[in-house]
Structures are given as structure tokens and as C-alpha cells.
């Protein structure tokens, strides 16, 4: 999967970060699916699911042999709020444009691949752009979601438009830190792909999941603040992350907007640890090809 947030914009960089997507699943031969991380339309609120801006936001911008037929998991942004996430919504549940825009609700649920009867990877898709009195409603559906009854998945993950850990301009949100960090503990989730910073950070602490931020899909950068010892990478340019799972390892690399790899890491399933001390460096601002191999 790619995983990408603030890439709304229409704008030029928008479109380059989606031309090095294909790019990438196109030398690598594969991608089953994208991830939005919110800031899904910035500028003018949406009027509608006909609305133009479908077309020069999402529907033209990513298309090719692999994202043309990949569903797009999307989660809410502050910038959807007040009036775009009606439409984003409707436009998932309708199947509008060509069908891969996938937002059944406002946070939800959803298992990818198989393993002996396993779900592969179980992801919960939150909106902390919502008014704060439904956090503890997102809480309750991470912790029903990996505490429900039935074959435990492999690997677990959360995607929010906020991050917990942030080391760019936007900071830390107490009561995220307070409150959603705890239940991503306790339900021992691998990693939290988020956005809001538009840059590209790899932030690890141990006994927390690992923090991937990577907003930088097609709105101005934003600057970084000094790295700090829970920093494993960063970087204020343009670009993207993508995670190849098997029960045996994930895969985590970040590129940029030319589809170059800056960074990539692998992680062990039988490393039971949560983010530090898992996730390796694996190479680093080698080529495509030298992560594929």
C-alpha cells in the first residue's frame, strides 16, 4: 500500500507526487491500494459529489496502469471540514467517478489479505478532525477491533489525519497524546500512518507504536524542527511512503516526488517489541530497484 496525506491541493506538486506513485508501483509490480491521510480537497469547499474539483483532486490526478485500478482508502482532514466531508462520504458510498474513492464513514474499519484464516493487516481509518466528543467513539471502535472475538490479524495499524508524535510545526495534541496514544498501546497497533505536517518523518519510542508521517502529498512543505534521538528519518520534501506486508515482515519505504527511495526499513513479525528495536534501516537513498531486490 502508499500511503499519503495534504495531496488535495490541484497544484502541480500534487500531480508530480502522483506520476512518482505509479512510477514506483510500476517498477516494483505491485500495489493492491492507496491510502489517504486527509487534507483531501483544500481551497473551496466541495458543492457536491459532481463537483469539478473530484476530477482535478483525485479522479485525473491519479491514474495509470496500477492506480487506475487500486481502491483509495481516505480519511477526513482539517481541511474537509465543514461541508467536503458530506460529499467525500456520499461520494464513497454512492461508488461515484470511477469507483475507487473508498469512505464508507467518517472513521471505520476494514481487513486486507489472508493468512491461515488471519486477516494479513487490520486498519482502523479515524477522523480526528471530528468534533473532539467523538474521540472516545474512535477509541471504542480500536479497541473492538482488535479485541473482538476471532482470528487476530497479523498486523495492525491505525491511519489519522493528526499525529500522536510530531516532531514538525504543527506539534503535538495533548489530548491525543492523553487519550488515543493508550489505546493504541493496550491494542498493541504496529504503527499509525498519519499527515497534517506536510513533510515526511519516521518517529519511533519505545513501548509505542511506530509514528509515519507522510504529508507531503502535494501542499506546501513545511519546515522540520531538529531531529531528536526518536527521529529515524525526516525530510521536508515532497513525496510518499509504501508498505509491502507479508506475515513474515513489512516493508517501509519512503520516496519523493520523482519516485527516488530516500529511506527504507524492515520490520520482523517475530520481533514482538513495539517500534523501537523493530524497525531496521534497510537502505538508504538507494534506488527503486535496491529496495525491490
Known sequence: MIAVGDQGSGDLQQWRVGRAMERVASNEGRLDMVVFLGDNFYGKSLASTHDFNWQTKFERVYWGHWLSHVPFYAVLGNHDYPVSQKYE????????????????????????????GRPLV???????????????????LIDQAFQMPGPAPVWRIAASHHPVRNQGQHGEESDLVARLLPALQRNNVDLLLSGHDHNQQLLLRAGEPAWVISG??????????????????????AGFVKLD????????????DRG?????YRWDRDCQWMAKGCLIPEESRGTTAQLAQ
Open 245 to 256: 506486508l507479508n506475515p513474515s515482515q513489512l516493508r517501509l519505504a519512503y520516496y519523493n
Open 260 to 264: 527516488d527511495l530516500e529511506a527504507g
Open 122 to 140: 487490520r486498519i482502523v481509518f479515524l477522523d480526528t478532525s471530528a468534533p473532539r466528543e467523538s474521540l472516545q467513539q474512535q477509541i471504542d
Open 89 to 116: 462520504i456520499e461520494y464513497g458510498q454512492q461508488r461515484k467517478g470511477s469507483g475507487r474513492w473508498q469512505m464508507p464513514t467518517n472513521f471505520y474499519i476494514k481487513d486486507f489479505g489472508e493468512v491461515d
Open 216 to 237: 507531503a502529498g502535494g501542499q506546501k512543505i513545511y519546515p522540520l524542527n531538529t531531529p531528536t534521538p526518536d527521529s529515524l528519518f525526516s525530510a521536508a520534501r
